[in-house]
């Protein structure tokens, strides 16, 4: 019986696949084994491995994408045919690893880009109409049945008032200085310049980040009578949903006559409804006037502790307090500390999906100027008509649940974050890590020892200290608290196949060490 011709030679450079992912690297040929059929082949860093011959291709015709990320595959060797067999090293921090470190993250960019971008996965053409509508109506939903003496769910609906009711154009007046006064801010020539990530085009934009305490300030020390926002809270959030589809419509238009390397790669199915959705152009700009970043940062970040810091005035008013309750402090303290310290992290805000990859939409303008100023002060809202007085003990309790969460929150995402600028850190030097075949390592002590993510833990602890001090007697305060599980739960299975994908089998070998993916022992 004559043998089949061996297809790749001694000495030949090919491409070959990583083990349980869909990457290829680029690879030299050792050795073929006629008997098990396997070739052995050794990575640019030295790795062995023998792959069956479906897994090696030809170098022509690569991506040169693919070709740049294997010049730095983890340090790995490995004679085993078992392609889950990784060597794990403390501390493992390759001069490529570091070439290869991605700069990620932070927190409150990744708060802000998924708002609705987890809804995006399941976006079709057909399924974008029911959102363009649900959405929109949520909030309204949300604005008039938690100012009802009787929040409860089983008084659902809320009666729907005329629709006149809607529309206050003083109130639209206010929405657009507001915007304009961010925007002012924003083009004053204070702070720094930040570079953003390499586009595709190879051009990095710039961006002027001197988002601060003064911002805040400045805005709730104008002499209006803050109260108005209360009692307009139905108005305004029309007013911005206005403004947030006039925006959407011209950031459409205008990404028609964008140049191809301008554009991001979504939002060009050529159905209207779903690229008006979704975006087109990745970062528009009036001149050097980022529509994008401007609207991730300010006016809806910043609306956030203004619209909180209005409902304390208004319960004041409303209740003839010298100074707002308990419940009231705590709420509009802890959710500041969370908005500061985006502010305090927002260049981090360049390197995340948002500015990156997505397109600027209907999607990511609503989300910033209508969904987090209007949704996420319902626990301050709610609490204008309904008092919730705290005990000592429960405050302190509530106190303490908050701190832990945040120290979890923002120690894991700062443990990560400097890994990733610097695998090298000589601070992280006593975390093990796992080598990977991209370069990259993944920490395996640690904050992201204790579950695969950590960070997630500790935003769900903030959360559920936003929602306490609401109290028990209705769901709808706790409206946050249920979208964030449901958020970050589908979130977590979606960077698990992401990261299972980059990082095959040594993302495996970490699932094996790291058992629970937020919660230790339970989930
Ligand atoms: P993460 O910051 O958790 O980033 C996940 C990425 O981290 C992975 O894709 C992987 O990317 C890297 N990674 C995973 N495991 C490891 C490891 N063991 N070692 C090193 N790197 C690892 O994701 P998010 O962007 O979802 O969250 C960021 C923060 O924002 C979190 O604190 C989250 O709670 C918060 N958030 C808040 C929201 C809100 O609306 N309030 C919404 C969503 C998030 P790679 O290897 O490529 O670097």
Known sequence: MTMPPVKYQRGDMV???????????????????????LYTVIYKDGTELELKEQDIKSTAGFQPRSRSRSRSPGRRRSRSRSPARTTRRSSSRTAAAVAAAAI????????????????????SPVVTYFWLLFLPAWVFFLVLQVNREDPSLTNFPPPLPPLEAFWDAQALGFVILWILFQALLYVTPVGKLSEGM????????????????????AAVHQ?????????????LATASLLISILLSVYLYIRS???APEQLALGGNSGNVVYDFFKGHELNPRIKNFDLKFFCEMRPGLIGWCLINFA???????????????????LVNLFQLLYVVDGLWNEEAILTTMDLMHDGFGFMLAFGDLVWVPFTYTMQAY???????????????????LKLVGFYIFRKSN?????????????????????????GKSLLVSGWWGVVRHPNYLGDLLMALAWSLPCGFSHLLPWYYMIYFIILLVHRDSRDMSDCRRKYGSAWDEYCRTVRYRIIPRVY
């Open 15 to 37: 491409m070959g696949r990583w083990p349980g992912s869909s990457l290829y690297y680029e690879v030299k040929v050792l050795a073929f084994d006629s008997k098990s059929q």
């Open 104 to 123: 990620t993250d932070s927190a409150v960019s990744s708060r802000r880009d998924t708002r609705l971008k987890d809804v995006e996965v399941m976006l």
């Open 198 to 217: 390499p586009l595709r085009s190879g051009e990095r934009l710039k961006y002027r980040t001197n988002g601060d305490a003064i911002t805040v300030a």
């Open 223 to 235: 002499g209006v009578d803050l109260t108005y926002i209360h009692s307009h809270f139905l108005q």
């Open 256 to 258: 028609r006559y964008a």
């Open 311 to 329: 409902m304390a005035l208004a319960e004041m008013k409303q209740h003839g307090l010298d100074a707002p309750s308990n419940s009231m402090i």
């Open 382 to 400: 709610y609490l204008v008509s309904h008092p919730n007085p705290l005990s000592l003990p429960a405050l302190a309790a509530i106190v303490i």
């Open 414 to 438: 700062s443990e990560k974050n400097a890994f990733r600028r610097n695998p090298a850190d000589p601070r992280l030097s006593h975390l093990k890590t796992i080598p990977t075949a991209t």
